[in-house]
């Protein structure tokens, strides 16, 4: 079966880190972009960061830069995200997702719940 | 931030078509990068219901529709059915390289 899955979520103080991971199976990253997109609790969705296929290439959110950090291991067939100096509002789902082309996400995880909170 | 607007709400009875638009600037959609639609079911991710402005994945009834025109695009729903009550976002690329969404709609079948 095709799917991503996240993990790595949890409780987390203000100012702390979080490493978040994404497993592929039936597809192989390589081939693809493979972007985060977050939704905080009843909001919209937000854009996070991108990978390319090979991982040499990544972008960032502009409110996030410098917080995150995207990578990708093409022998495992996972992609991580690591966040750093985490704020409050940084409390999200964060979901990972398969970019079919042109940006068109025809893939997402079920997501995993950062909650930033003393 | 999103940078697309979407109406936060539109409703409509069983059968009717209901349309939403989405409308962002030079910098984004009316630099004519692609826009494309999901769906959000309660508790739910997102699934793409359109890409490339108009085209359907595989599986998407052709009630769902949608266009774009300058800096707007827009979805239309015809045949409105209970099954698609949910919210919808569109999303599109701008030009400092982030991707962006809409700010969402809501759609509520009578």
């Known amino acids: 079966e095709v799917q991503l899955e996240e993990s790595g979520g949890g409780l987390v103080q203000p100012g702390g880190s979080l490493r978040l991971s994404c497993a592929a199976s039936g597809f192989t990253v390589r081939d693809y972009w493979i972007h985060w997109v977050r939704q905080a609790p009843a909001t919209g969705l937000l854009w996070v960061a991108r990978?390319?296929?090979?991982?040499?290439?990544?972008n960032y959110a502009v409110s996030m830069r410098g917080q995150l950090a995207i990578s990708k291991d093409n022998a495992k067939n996972t992609v991580s995200l690591q966040m750093n100096g985490l704020r409050a509002d940084d409390t999200a789902i964060y979901y990972c997702v398969r970019d079919r082309g042109g940006s068109a996400y025809d893939l997402w995880g079920r997501g995993t719940m950062v909650t930033v909170s003393s | 931030q999103s940078v697309l607007t979407q109406p936060p709400s539109v409703s409509g009875a069983p059968g009717q078509r209901v349309i939403i638009s989405c409308t962002g600037s030079s910098s984004n959609i009316g630099a004519h990068y692609e826009v494309h639609w999901y769906q959000q079911l309660p508790g739910k991710a997102p699934k793409l219901l359109l890409y490339g402005n108009s085209f359907r994945p595989s599986g998407v009834p052709d009630r769902f529709s949608g266009s774009k025109s300058g800096t707007s695009a827009s979805l239309a729903i015809t045949g409105l059915q209970a099954e698609d009550e949910a919210d919808y976002y569109c999303?599109?690329?701008?030009?400092?390289?982030?991707?962006?969404f809409g700010t969402g709609t809501r759609v509520t079948v009578l």
């Open positions: 990978i390319n296929g090979d991982g040499s290439l990544s």
């Open positions: 999303q599109s690329f701008d030009n400092n390289f982030s991707e962006v």
